[in-house]
Structure formats: C-alpha cells, structure tokens
C-alpha cells in the first residue's frame, strides 16, 4: 500500500511536451496531423492509428512520422527514407538503436541462445520441462520472487552510482517501470521519512511525470488542481537562454531568497526538494552548477533530501555518466530512467538506505518493478559504457554540435541554441511574421520530409525531431554515440534544410 494517496488528476493542458503550438488556422503549409505526398504506406498506417488510438496517447508532433526499422543513429520510414534521429527515441537509445553486442549480452543475461529461438521446434527444448514447446530461459516475472540477473542488475548499478563523484549517499535501489513512478516512488519514501515533514519543493516549469505526484511536481503553482503540499521555486532561464551566456555571472541571490521567504513560512514542514539537472521539457535550460549548489547548501542546513531527477540526463547525456557528476552534487535520492535500459523500460531510484528501509514491505513494489528483462537491459547497458569510452566520445564532440548548431543562426530562423554533452534545445525566432512555434513546427515538417528524390531516384535523408519543446525549442539529441563525420553530415543537412524552411516562410 502506498504511503500517501492522491486523488487522480485530469491531463494538464500546461504539461509542455504535451501541447501543440499556436498556429494560425488556415496556414496551408501547417498540418498538425501528419499526412504527407508520397508516403502511402506511412499514410495507411496513420490512418489505422487514428482509429485505433486516441490522439492524448501520443504527444504532440507535426510529423507523426512511421519507423519501419533502425540502426544506429538512424531510423527508416516505410518508403525507405532514411533518417538521423536526432531524438534517441525521447533520450533512450544512448547507444544507439539495436547495437549488436548490447543485443547479444542482453539476450545472454536473459538465457536466450540463438539456436533455441531459430533452430525449429524443440531445439532449444528444456529437457525436463515435460514438453517439447518450451525452452529454458531467464524468469520472465519473478513477483514474489526474485532473479540473479535482479541481484547483478543492483550491485552493478550501485557500483556505477557510488563509484562515481557524489553518488555517496546512494546505497539502496529500488525499481519502477517508467521514470514517473520512480519519482512518484522517491518522494514517497521522502514522506515516509517523518509524518511532519510532508511539504515538498520542486523547481518551477520541471517536468517530472504526468501521474500521482509526478504530475503534481511539474508545472508551475499557476497550473489547476495543484496538489497543496508542492510550493515552487525558480530556475534560472532567461539568465542562461543562450550559450554564449556561460560563465557570464548571474545573481543567485533571488534564488536564496526564495528559498528563504519558504523556510520563514514552513520551517520543518518542508521534507524534499526535486529538481531535474537542467530543464529538459520546459525548453532544455542548463544552469550554472552553482545553481544546484544553492539548492544542496539550502538542503543540507535545513535537514531537507535533495532529489535529483535524472530520467533523461543519466548514463551519459551531460556529458559525464550521471548529471549530479557533471553538476557537482551529491544528491540524497537520484531518480533514474530512459537511458538506463537503452530501449527497454526501466527505471530506478536510489538513496540512503536508512531511509528506504523505512517503507514497509510492498510500498514500492508493483508488477513490473525489478522485472528480468529489465534487469538484463541495464546490465547490459552498464557494459556498455564500463568497457568503451562513451563519455569521453561525448565530451570530445560537444565542440562540434555546438559548431553545428550555432551555424544554423545564420538561416535567421535560430534565435538561441543551448545544451551541453549530447542534449541541446534550439529555441526557434520570429520569422516574416511566424511565430516561433509556427517556425519550429515547419521545421520538424521539412526535416523529416529531407532532401526529397535524388537523382537515382532514391530518396534524400531527412531528420527526425521531436513535436517541440515549450512549443518553440527543438531538441536535438541523437545517440551519444554518433560519430564526428555523422555529426557533420547532419549538421550540414540541418543547414540545407532550414535553407529551404527560410525559402519556404519568406514567400
Ligand atoms: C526529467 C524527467 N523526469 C521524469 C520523466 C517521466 O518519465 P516517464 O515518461 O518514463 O514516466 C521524464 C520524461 O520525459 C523526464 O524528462
């Protein structure tokens, strides 16, 4: 049984990955469901979807685009187009899309073996299952049991956490099966902690989760039905909007204040304080580690648990393995997710120990939490990066996304670009009386259309983009592991492709 219960609560129109940009009924080149000349299989399979599922099931995008299949950095649509994903799949696949040896080590931690998938009938047959149709494999659910590859999936992520700089106060694991009910979990056991501490801090424009109190830590205290208990501070944004802010000095001290003015008014009320490393969905913002520094001083003095949500920045995205390294905390709680499995849900919380082992037994469990298969992708994940260097690949090539990124100004369309390691947000401008949500969606449009049919009839690349953050920024966050000549051939087709975009608003 949960330790605090919460109403459910309809969607929020304010969740930003969730909104369509205003656009002006009638432009004839906006189409916010995606149909598009030429594409007849996407199109069919379009068609379908609309009928089989409501629109709220997906998030917002002008494109809708079709994946046939993929590899790499690379998806391609059903008419064989082939295009760079600059999305990872919502920062998932950090090593890309089906890497071969992940693949094989994640179906060796799952006692899968070639021969009993693909030999025929009963290749594979487990000798004492009593029955030819069945193999012998890993414990697909082990509810009220538990797996080795669940014992290896903790020690080894636990090993990464604490073996990396401020992963000191992370000594227990527990799972979930999508990044809101880690965070929905981590704030639980920060409640439990002390029925009189059951306030919590989150940063203003987060985004935490859509459900319990995922949601209810997202947003801004201007959103409805906001959960009493939340009380909002500010991130830095309009200081670091761009990144030739950078080292510029910014004045904390309205963040101190704010801090303060919430001490003066609830004193030891207040339990927790979740932030995101930098703000992902409300418009990728990355604060001065100084920002989070404030955050933990303020923590530390007032016996308040710092939780570091780190669904998309972990396993590599900042350009060091986890976000509290690259920031330069030691968070009581990290929430983790996305990237972790490389393409297979999972997601993780860990912390003190003497405060996990304060729930009871199943207040954190459910179905799904700590399943093999999820257990496998991590540990496969994990050798991943324990045996290549990926994180130093990211940092070596972040001068060339930048390079790449700030090129695309020139077009006039760019009025900001900002990020760090392999996760940047380029914040569109006004253009001949577009707005910049008008031009962010003509570009995620002509980007995923590409250069069109070349001239041995095969057709052009084109790029795969989210639907827009906070309805004008374009997040550009391809696998951590895209190569240096993949960075510049895409860049150097972004360039051509806003080209035709500023051709196409000019008329
Ligand atoms: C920082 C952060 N926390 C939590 C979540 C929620 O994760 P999920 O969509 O897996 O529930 C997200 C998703 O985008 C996120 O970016």
Redesign the pocket.
């Known amino acids: 049984m949960a330790p605090v219960t919460v109403s459910p609560q309809p969607a929020r129109a304010t969740t930003p990955?969730q909104q369509a940009p205003e656009v002006s009924p009638g432009n004839a080149w906006y189409r916010p469901v995606g149909e598009f000349a030429g594409e007849k299989e996407s199109n069919t399979l379009r068609q379908a979807m609309a009928g089989l599922e409501p629109p709220a099931h997906r998030t917002f995008t002008p494109t809708q685009a079709v994946l046939a299949k993929s590899a790499g950095i690379f998806h391609w649509t059903p008419e064989g187009r082939r295009l760079y994903d600059f999305t990872s799949g919502?920062?998932v696949s950090n090593l890309g899309h089906n890497p071969a040896r992940w693949l094989k080590n994640f179906a060796s931690y799952c006692q899968w073996r070639p021969e009993m998938l693909f030999s025929g009938d009963g290749a594979g047959a487990a000798a004492d299952a009593g029955a030819e149709e069945f193999v012998t494999g890993t414990t697909m659910t082990a509810y009220n049991g538990l797996t080795p590859i669940e014992v290896t999936a903790c020690e080894r992520l636990l090993a990464s956490l604490r073996g990396a700089k401020g992963g000191g106060r992370l000594e227990s694991v527990a799972w979930a099966a999508?990044?809101?009910?880690a965070?929905q979990k981590a704030i639980w056991a920060c409640l439990k902690r002390d029925p009189a501490r059951q306030m919590i801090i989150a940063t203003r424009h987060?985004?935490?989760?859509?459900?319990g109190l995922?949601y209810a830590v997202t947003g801004s205290e201007s959103d409805p039905e906001r959960d009493d208990r939340v009380r909002f501070i500010s991130f830095p944004m309009r200081e670091i909007r761009d990144h030739s802010l950078v080292g510029e000095p910014i004045d904390l001290s309205i963040y101190q204040r704010e801090l303060e003015a919430l001490w003066a008014e609830h004193g030891s009320r207040l339990g927790c304080l979740i932030t995101?490393p930098y703000l992902?969905?409300g418009g990728s913002y990355h604060p001065p580690r100084e920002y989070h520094q404030l955050l933990q001083a303020f923590c530390r003095a007032h016996d308040i648990l710092l939780i570091f949500?780190?669904?998309?920045?972990n396993f590599g995205r900042t350009g060091s393995m986890y976000a509290f390294e690259t920031y330069g905390v030691e968070p009581d709680f990290v929430?983790l997710?996305?990237g972790l499995g490389n393409g297979v849900p999972v997601?993780a919380i860990a912390g003190p120990q003497v405060i996990m082992h304060n729930l009871g037994y199943g207040e954190l469990s459910d179905t799904w939490s700590a399943n093999p298969l999820s257990c496998a992708a991590v540990v496969a994940t994990l050798d991943e990066f324990e045996s290549r260097d990926i994180i130093g690949h990211v940092r070596r090539v972040e001068p060339l996304m930048f390079a790449g990124l700030d090129r695309l100004r020139e077009t006039g369309l760019i009025a900001h670009v900002r990020g760090e390691g392999m996760v940047y947000g380029i914040e569109c401008a006004e253009f001949n009386g577009h707005s910049p949500a008008e031009v962010a969606a003509v570009i995620v449009r002509v980007c995923y259309q590409g250069l069109g049919s070349q001239p041995d009839g095969t057709p052009g690349d084109g790029i795969h983009l989210l639907g827009p953050l906070a309805k004008c920024v374009l997040r550009v966050s391809p696998p951590l592991v895209i190569t240096e000549i993949q960075i510049r051939d895409s860049m150097e087709l972004m360039h051509r492709l806003l080209v035709r975009v500023r051709e196409q608003l000019s008329e």
């Open positions: 990955p919502v920062l999508s990044g809101s009910e965070v987060g985004y935490h989760g859509k459900k995922s995101e992902g969905g949500d780190e669904v998309q920045a929430v997710g996305k997601a």
